[in-house]
């Protein structure tokens, strides 16, 4: 009998040495708040499919994720932002998941329902300050967004050319907070990932285009930005990594990104 047990357990490590992967071995992921439906998603699809291997998330910012795949503490960083010269100098690579448009939010209760680029520039650098020069109610502006180093901050700022100029009441470090605090401010503004947004904050136009899988995929809604798979160039991911990230570039895992809010890059 222990001859048999002993060779049943030659023989299972063996097949697994074959499939690349060991049983119960982890894909971990870190960084951008804003992709954790999205991650998530493709981890639970992946995890169906594979039983013995699990994706992990820690969420702890784009910036977080890129220093943790650096210093080798997860197998892929999630950046909702490109990465920038002196972070592929790092020995990074970065590989476009999917695309997300960041929408603007403001409370369900507020009237207004479309703003222009250069209006939201104004309103975030503090050239407009009351909601009645934009259509709203006469009440000042509060500003909510995204603390320094987020992905999500960096999209907007860059893209509405408003970088180091916002005038933050409030800085916070999830997607979750601020669409939170807009919900239960009348006179909040920010801005928050199309694919974490919920009923609880209202989504305004921008430039009279909402946000959407078309809109986003045709280029005709401005406010967007990539989301990211962040590697070491070195190409020394697990088999089990390995296999996650050419699963999330599949075809089969596009339908899973749409469904998450975002827009696949195949």
Not at 153 to 175: A, I, P, W
Request: net charge negative.
């Amino acid at each position: 009998m222990k001859k048999i047990i002993m060779l049943t357990a030659a023989a299972l490590v063996a097949a697994m040495m074959l499939t690349g992967c060991a049983r119960g071995a982890k894909v971990t992921t870190e960084g951008s708040t804003s992709m954790e439906k999205v991650i998530g998603g493709l981890g639970e699809a992946f995890h169906d499919s594979n039983p013995d291997l699990e994706v992990t998330y820690n969420a702890t910012g784009s910036s977080g994720g890129i220093t943790a795949v650096a210093e080798g503490r997860c197998d892929i960083g999630l950046s909702s932002r490109a990465l920038k010269d002196s972070e592929k100098e790092l020995g990074l690579t970065e590989t476009v998941l999917a695309y997300d448009g960041i929408a603007i939010i403001v409370n369900n209760n507020n009237p207004v329902t479309s703003l222009s680029t250069e209006q939201i520039a104004d309103i975030f650098t503090g050239k407009i300050t009351n909601w009645s020069d934009v259509g709203g109610a006469d009440s000042e502006i509060v500003l909510i967004g995204r603390e320094a180093g987020s992905g999500t901050r960096d999209g907007f700022e860059s893209v509405t050319g408003t970088e180091d100029m916002c005038k933050y009441r409030q800085q916070l470090t999830s997607t979750g907070d601020v669409i939170t605090t807009v919900s239960m401010n009348e006179n909040a503004i920010g801005y928050a990932s199309v694919a974490s947004v919920s009923n609880a904050v209202k989504t305004v136009s921008v430039d009279g285009v909402l946000p959407s899988e078309t809109t986003i995929k045709d280029g005709s809604y401005p406010i967007q930005r990539p989301f990211v798979l962040v590697t070491r160039s070195d190409d020394s991911l697990s088999d089990a990594a390995k296999s996650f990230l050419e699963y999330a570039l599949s075809k089969d895992a596009a339908d899973v990104i749409l469904l998450m809010g975002a827009v696949p890059s195949n």
